[in-house]
T-cell receptor, first 114, second 111 residues
Framework: DVKVTQSSRYLVKRTGEKVFLECVQD?????MFWYRQDPGLGLRLIYF???????EKGDIPEGYSVSREKKERFSLILESASTNQTSMYLC?????????????FGNGTRLTVT | GQNIDQPTEMTATEGAIVQINCTYQ??????LFWYQQHAGEAPTFLSY????GLEEKGRFSSFLSRSKGYSYLLLKELQMKDSASYLC????????????FGAGTTVTVRA
């Protein structure tokens, strides 16, 4: 089974702090994703990476950056956290781009910015 | 972009059948996914449709009509453990990696 592990289940940070969310997958998947999930809005794509050191912006990249230095690890960075970034953050990976290759999700990190 | 609509909540009785509808308006289409998400847990993959018709997988079935921009997920012989949120997601053929998600339908199964 694919395992996608997010380093923290819950985080509480202060406005203006730099925040790192870490994600590791163990199945040698090419693609990794960061989504945020908010009530009534569904999952929205923040960033996507299809290879080491490669990244593409999703629908809502503002206020976020990412890093993929190794294939198995994809980090989401909030340069200066704000209260509107309080959300559930979900990392996912997939074997291939396109087709029926599904996303495999981690359990999420619930971030609260005060 | 994609507009994906699904009902917010549904309630059904144990042993019954529930149908969750999903409609989408897309600039392109390259497949539709259904995911199940229990409270506090990760979404897990349920089904994939890219051609019109019905895909059956045990108690769960998923249907697609591309001309109508419509899909449904059918849950039969409901069990208490089926209480969860069900997410409809559409892949855009212009951006093959990208899945756009609906807001999810929370299904509550009552005894």
């Amino acid at each position: 089974d694919v395992k996608v592990t997010q380093s923290s289940r819950y985080l509480v940070k202060r406005t203006g702090e730099k925040v790192f969310l870490e994600c590791v997958q163990d199945m040698d998947h090419e693609n990794m994703f960061w989504y945020r999930q908010d009530p009534g809005l569904g999952l929205r794509l923040i960033y996507f990476s299809y290879d080491v050191k490669m990244k593409e912006k999703g629908d809502i990249p503002e206020g976020y950056s990412v890093s993929r230095e190794k294939k198995e690890r994809f980090s989401l960075i909030l340069e200066s956290a704000s209260t509107n970034q309080t959300s559930m953050y979900l990392c996912a990976s997939s074997l291939m781009t396109g087709g029926r290759s599904p996303l495999h999700f981690g359990n999420g990190t619930r971030l609260t910015v005060t | 972009g994609q507009n994906i609509d699904q009902p917010t909540e549904m309630t059904a009785t144990e042993g019954a059948i529930v149908q969750i509808n999903c409609t989408y308006q897309t600039s392109g289409f390259n497949g539709l996914f259904w995911y199940q998400q229990h409270a506090g847990e990760a979404p897990t993959f349920l089904s994939y449709n890219v051609l019109d018709g019905l895909e059956e997988k045990g108690r769960f079935s998923s249907f697609l009509s591309r001309s109508k921009g419509y899909s449904y997920l059918l849950l039969k012989e409901l069990q208490m453990k089926d209480s969860a949120s069900y997410l409809c997601a559409v892949r855009d053929n212009g951006n093959d990696y990208k899945l756009s998600f609906g807001a999810g339908t929370t299904v509550t199964v009552r005894a």
